[in-house]
């Protein structure tokens, strides 16, 4: 039947829309090892995989917690549902004037600070889908302050960029998005220049 596998399961009946705060997913969902032919294919691991977003139907007591289950809140009270292995990651960017709306592709440019070396600005993600985007407060920081700016932009990235973005926003002096032109899907390649070439 396979090794067991964790997978999420809900407490109790959920409605549609029940946002799953820290708080409320502790509460309401539990992990339960099953064995691995009978983990659906877009389970959930944990409670913290869930956090942040709102079931978009009926789950109830005893189910499975699965990708299916759950979007993204927005505006408007509607949501995009994120994929297997995906995640909706909060930026802050500095700018963020004509990002363009949900759905639109960004780059995402980090500049570091100069540290012990020369600081560089480089394209670290390329077409990225953004999720939303929002005012929000704080100047840029510098290393441990967070890189933030007047924008937090929600956008749609795997496990490892989120990682990757977090520890951006903690050491980078600035993280910028640079929108692109609709329907350009094309890869630019690694770009970057450093204090040094200016």
Do not use: C, N, W
């Not at 539990?30 to 064995?35: A, I, L, T, W």
């Not at 930026?91 to 600070?113: K, P, Q």
């Amino acid at each position: 039947m396979g090794a067991p596998v964790p997978v999420l399961v809900a407490r109790e009946d959920l409605a549609p829309g029940t946002r799953l705060s820290p708080a409320t997913a502790s509460r309401v969902l539990v992990v339960r090892e099953v064995p691995e032919r009978f983990a659906p294919r877009d389970s959930l691991a944990s409670p913290e995989d869930a956090v942040g977003l709102r079931t978009a139907a009926p789950v109830p007591a005893g189910a499975y917690l699965t990708t299916a289950h759950l979007r993204i809140p927005r505006a408007g009270g509607t949501g995009a549902a994120l994929g297997r292995g995906e995640r909706a990651m909060d930026v802050s960017v500095a700018g963020g004037e004509g990002l363009g709306g949900e759905g639109a592709r960004v780059d995402v440019l980090v500049t570091t600070e100069p540290g012990a070396g020369a600081g560089r600005s480089y394209v670290a993600m390329e077409d990225v889908e953004l999720l939303g985007a929002r005012g929000g407060g704080g100047g840029g920081g510098g290393s441990g302050e967070g890189a933030g700016g007047g924008t937090v932009a929600t956008l749609r990235v795997t496990l490892k960029q989120a990682v990757f973005l977090a520890a951006a926003q903690s050491f980078a002096r600035e993280i910028r998005l640079l929108a692109r032109p609709p329907e350009d899907r094309a890869r630019g390649g690694p770009a970057g220049v450093s204090a040094s070439e200016l």
